[in-house]
């Protein structure tokens, strides 16, 4: 059933956004905040004297659970009798922050236990979370996914057609052609709402005395702010949660409770806590068969998903994995071999490569009459692979 609607008159200076490169300027948002998060992340690594090996591989174990987590939370139950039934992963409708948040911090927090982290590390998301917020909406402003509703402000903005909010607004009635009617633009709501955060959380780095405090700092007020700023998205703009329960869409319930029950969290930690400084010292454990049975789960993981991931998703994750498997790399050869004797060690891998590129001499003459056999054995996977030849005269 349509829903009838007054238009509003247009501003004269309103903005107005087209579907030309919607998708591009989506996924370059989308990669310049994982890219800021990334060098973010690693600096705050190296100012807390974290172990370069774990370090990296807990952040690139996070990032899969979180891009996974922003799409495994609008499957319906549908998609996951499908899933159980095939094995197969369907293609998400959307991605849900809050999914990603639930995700990634439950793998997070595993993988700090298991390395013996202090829980300061989850302070080293407190700031950089909410501004990679800030940038990534700005990708959601342009493409038009997460569209806001009618408005007659003057900083309403309007889509032209072949946009989501233009295809709505048609659907409903409210259009017949030109552009859409004024919306709020709730993608700069939301940035809006992470530099705020972000700064209130710096303000309070002095005030906060809890490990992780200034992270459920983050993470409370965040998601208070925003169950707020919901009422000015578009219901049809959710990927899940859009539908209303007591007045209220069930996504703004969902952010209201995940705030209070951190910003909950956080009062009981203040209380319990007597000093601001932290007795516990870097992480000291130190396991092989930790970081290879993490390292080869991430691996595997995220390429039985490379054809479920967006070539952007999957970008974002090799900006970490990569540099996880060759630091992992280096870690493993230091362990197993012995310091006096590591350039023999690297040499001695390195020479029978080149000792086995030698080619056969195409320059003698062949005899075309001669009866020749060749025995082949070919070795390799995925891109590459060593051919042997042995011919017998």
Request: hydrophobic share 50%.
């Amino acid at each position: 059933m349509k829903t009838s609607y007054h238009p509003i008159p247009e501003e004269p200076f309103q903005l107005v956004l087209g579907p030309d490169s919607g998708g591009f300027y989506f996924d370059s948002f989308y990669l310049l905040a994982f890219v800021i998060g990334t060098i973010w992340m690693i600096w705050e690594g190296k100012k807390r004297n974290f172990p370069w090996v774990t370090w990296l591989l807990i952040l690139a174990s996070t990032r899969l659970a979180f891009i996974a987590g922003t799409k495994l939370i609008t499957f319906s139950p549908d998609h996951w009798s499908y899933f159980f039934e095939t094995w197969i992963l369907p293609p998400a409708n959307g991605k849900v922050i809050l999914g990603g948040f639930l995700l990634g911090i439950a793998v997070f927090i595993l993988l700090i236990r298991i390395f013996r982290y202090p829980w300061t590390a989850l302070d080293s998301m407190a700031i950089v979370v909410p501004v990679s917020i800030a940038i990534q909406r700005l990708g959601c402003l342009i493409a038009g996914c997460c569209f806001g509703t009618p408005t007659s402000l003057p900083w309403g903005i309007s889509y032209s057609p072949g946009t989501m909010p233009h295809h709505h607004q048609f659907l409903e009635g409210w259009v017949n052609g030109g552009n859409s009617i004024p919306i709020h633009p709730f993608p700069i709501y939301e940035s809006i709402n992470g530099l705020l955060v972000a700064f209130l959380v710096w303000r309070s780095r002095k005030t906060i005395q809890s490990e992780g405090g200034l992270f459920l700092l983050s993470l409370g007020l965040w998601a208070v702010i925003r169950s707020v700023i919901e009422s000015f998205r578009d219901p049809a703009a959710h990927a899940m949660g859009g539908e209303l329960f007591a007045g209220f869409k069930l996504m703004q319930w969902m952010l209201l409770g995940f705030g209070l029950v951190s910003l909950a969290i956080l009062f009981l930690r203040e209380k319990r806590t007597v000093s601001h400084l932290s007795s516990k010292k870097s992480p000291v454990f130190d396991s092989q068969l930790a970081v290879g049975g993490i390292l080869v789960l991430t691996v595997l993981l995220t390429w039985s998903l490379k054809d479920w991931l967006g070539s952007t998703e999957l970008l974002v994750m090799n900006l970490l994995l990569f540099p996880a498997i060759f630091i992992s790399a280096i870690y493993f050869f230091q362990k197993n071999t012995h310091p006096s004797l590591r350039w023999a060690t690297l040499a001695a891998m390195v020479f029978p490569v080149f000792l086995m590129s030698q080619t056969w001499n195409t320059e003698i003459q062949k005899d075309t009459t001669a009866k020749t056999k060749n025995d082949f054995v070919q070795i390799g996977y995925g891109t590459g692979g060593v051919l042997c030849c042995r011919k017998l005269q």
